[in-house]
């Protein structure tokens, strides 16, 4: 008989603690023999009230192809618990340390110009623990004081407008689930396969709910001149000089947020607060943290942001520009890289899909390196430019196989292989790598990143 056990880590941890953890869900044969006697104090007080003539005999025994230990009281069902948490805010569980996000050795040569990456192997559903967000900083991350903290609309307007924190909250709010993904997510996969987990290939995504005021409402209450002004600058507090050109037709539809909660709280400290910009749809960089002003304007600006970086390096050596809307996009969580598959039988395969023009409609997954596909279950809810969660049943027959999925979105557009990307783009790019990710499971059930021609 076979086991399920959901919360168990059947599987062998990679020796690299770097490389992440194990696969969560799997069937596996228990491995320890039966034991047919009985054990357990509440099993033994039980046939002792049978000796004493008591009616119905409520022994309990062990099944006799289950594991026995369930018999066995272990210490926090006889004594007494824990205090309630008093001092202050709740932790994850001590047997979840290896769930943590990671620098990528060598990525970049300072903590504080650098990238941690969200253990997208490790999550469930579509949200992100806010201490599991990714993170990128340009110049290091703040803790600011959200009493001194202001946000200045100026530009094409009636009147600049300097708002506080606190006027800010006071206004009308919004909650909304999106997904937040680097420009640079999987842009080291471009040439060849460059790193090992899925935490380093795609972990530069991650998905919370934002709450916080519409940016157009802010723009209405400064008199912005929306005929003239067709973009806004959004410009950062840190030292990074972070501006970006967002168009006046994403500010309009409402969906552009100034954002000061996540996930049910305060932003987090790496993630902008006490105010970010959140730009649904668009790559990361836009989503301006410690956001100090708002400038309204009739062209873009240029900056540094939109003009050295972020731009796409294209086969004849020219740089393509604004580019910034995410485009659809899959991979498969698990089984991915540096898991490790126990024994052949049955796995749930299970992973995210997102899109930066709306809803995810389908997501196929192939077992056999893409020759057949099967449409995968879309778990609710569906929501527009957020994540979402994806399963399917597979019976692995133990031989080596690839495994991958393909999402498309509302729009038809369908995420391409990735030869037909850098059919495109050529593969000297850094930017925007939404190809179809291949893992390989190999005989001995390691999974390993490949690319299939
Ligand atoms: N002020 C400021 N905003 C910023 C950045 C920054 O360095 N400074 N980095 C940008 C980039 S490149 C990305 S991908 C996202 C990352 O957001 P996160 O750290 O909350 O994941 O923030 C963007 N906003
Ligand atoms: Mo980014």
């Given at each position: 008989?076979?086991?399920?056990?959901?919360?168990?880590?059947?599987?062998?941890?990679?020796?690299?603690?770097?490389?992440?953890?194990?696969?969560?869900?799997?069937?596996?044969?228990?491995?320890?023999?039966?034991?047919?006697?009985?054990?357990?104090?509440?099993?033994?007080?039980?046939?002792?009230?049978?000796?004493?003539?008591?009616?119905?005999?409520?022994?309990?025994?062990?099944?006799?192809?289950?594991?026995?230990?369930?018999?066995?009281?272990?210490?926090?069902?006889?004594?007494?618990?824990?205090?309630?948490?008093?001092?202050?805010?709740?932790?994850?569980?001590?047997?979840?340390?290896?769930?943590?996000?990671?620098?990528?050795?060598?990525?970049?040569?300072?903590?504080?110009?650098?990238?941690?990456?969200?253990?997208?192997?490790?999550?469930?559903?579509?949200?992100?623990?806010?201490?599991?967000?990714?993170?990128?900083?340009?110049?290091?991350?703040?803790?600011?004081?959200?009493?001194?903290?202001?946000?200045?609309?100026?530009?094409?307007?009636?009147?600049?407008?300097?708002?506080?924190?606190?006027?800010?909250?006071?206004?009308?709010?919004?909650?909304?689930?999106?997904?937040?993904?680097?420009?640079?997510?999987?842009?080291?996969?471009?040439?060849?396969?460059?790193?090992?987990?899925?935490?380093?290939?795609?972990?530069?995504?991650?998905?919370?709910?934002?709450?916080?005021?519409?940016?157009?409402?802010?723009?209405?209450?400064?008199?912005?001149?929306?005929?003239?002004?067709?973009?806004?600058?959004?410009?950062?507090?840190?030292?990074s000089s972070m501006t970006?050109?967002?168009?006046?037709?994403?500010?309009?539809?409402?969906?552009?947020?100034?954002?000061?909660?996540?996930?049910?709280?305060?932003?987090?400290?790496?993630?902008?607060?006490?105010?970010?910009?959140?730009?649904?749809?668009?790559?990361?960089?836009?989503?301006?943290?410690?956001?100090?002003?708002?400038?309204?304007?009739?062209?873009?600006?240029n900056t540094k942001d939109e003009t050295v970086h972020y731009?796409?390096?294209?086969?004849?050596?020219?740089?393509?520009?604004?580019?910034?809307?995410?485009?659809?996009?899959?991979?498969?969580?698990?089984?991915?890289?540096?898991?490790?598959?126990?024994?052949?039988?049955?796995?749930?395969?299970?992973?995210?899909?997102?899109?930066?023009?709306?809803?995810?409609?389908?997501?196929?997954?192939?077992?056999?390196?893409?020759?057949?596909?099967?449409?995968?279950?879309?778990?609710?809810?569906?929501?527009?430019?957020?994540?979402?969660?994806?399963?399917?049943?597979?019976?692995?027959?133990?031989?080596?196989?690839?495994?991958?999925?393909?999402?498309?979105?509302?729009?038809?557009?369908?995420?391409?292989?990735?030869?037909?990307?850098?059919?495109?783009?050529?593969?000297?790019?850094?930017?925007?790598?939404?190809?179809?990710?291949?893992?390989?499971?190999?005989?001995?059930?390691?999974?390993?990143?490949?690319?299939?021609?």
């Amino acid at each position: 008989m076979t086991e399920n056990r959901t919360s168990g880590r059947l599987l062998k941890a990679p020796e690299n603690f770097i490389t992440g953890d194990g696969v969560r869900q799997v069937f596996a044969q228990a491995k320890e023999g039966r034991r047919d006697f009985l054990r357990s104090a509440f099993t033994a007080a039980a046939a002792g009230a049978a000796l004493a003539g008591a009616s119905a005999a409520r022994a309990v025994t062990a099944p006799a192809d289950g594991d026995p230990a369930i018999l066995e009281l272990p210490e926090h069902s006889r004594g007494l618990g824990q205090p309630v948490v008093t001092d202050g805010y709740g932790k994850p569980s001590k047997h979840e340390r290896n769930v943590q996000r990671r620098q990528s050795p060598g990525l970049t040569q300072t903590a504080q110009a650098s990238v941690s990456f969200a253990p997208l192997q490790s999550l469930f559903g579509i949200v992100t623990p806010s201490g599991l967000h990714f993170e990128r900083h340009h110049q290091g991350w703040w803790d600011v004081d959200p009493s001194k903290h202001r946000l200045m609309v100026n530009g094409l307007v009636k009147a600049a407008k300097v708002f506080t924190v606190d006027e800010i909250m006071r206004l009308p709010s919004v909650s909304r689930f999106h997904f937040i993904e680097c420009g640079a997510n999987t842009g080291m996969e471009w040439g060849n396969v460059a790193v090992p987990t899925v935490q380093y290939t795609h972990g530069m995504l991650s998905c919370s709910e934002f709450t916080g005021v519409p940016l157009v409402t802010l723009l209405q209450m400064a008199g912005a001149d929306l005929k003239k002004g067709r973009f806004a600058l959004a410009e950062g507090a840190d030292g990074s000089s972070m501006t970006r050109t967002i168009p006046m037709s994403l500010i309009e539809s409402g969906e552009v947020l100034v954002a000061y909660g996540q996930n049910g709280e305060m932003l987090r400290p790496e993630n902008g607060y006490p105010l970010r910009l959140v730009v649904p749809g668009v790559q990361g960089v836009s989503w301006v943290k410690y956001l100090r002003r708002i400038e309204v304007g009739d062209q873009p600006w240029n900056t540094k942001d939109e003009t050295v970086h972020y731009v796409d390096l294209m086969p004849d050596g020219q740089h393509r520009q604004y580019t910034s809307l995410q485009e659809c996009k899959s991979v498969v969580t698990t089984p991915s890289g540096g898991q490790v598959l126990l024994d052949k039988g049955f796995y749930n395969i299970s992973g995210l899909a997102w899109s930066g023009r709306g809803k995810i409609k389908r997501v196929d997954v192939s077992v056999d390196g893409g020759r057949n596909w099967r449409t995968a279950r879309l778990e609710s809810p569906v929501l527009s430019k957020c994540l979402t969660r994806f399963n399917i049943d597979w019976a692995w027959d133990g031989k080596p196989t690839i495994v991958q999925s393909r999402a498309m979105d509302e729009t038809g557009y369908v995420q391409p292989a990735s030869r037909q990307l850098r059919g495109v783009r050529g593969t000297r790019s850094i930017y925007h790598n939404n190809a179809i990710q291949s893992w390989l499971v190999q005989e001995s059930g390691e999974v390993k990143n490949v690319q299939v021609s």
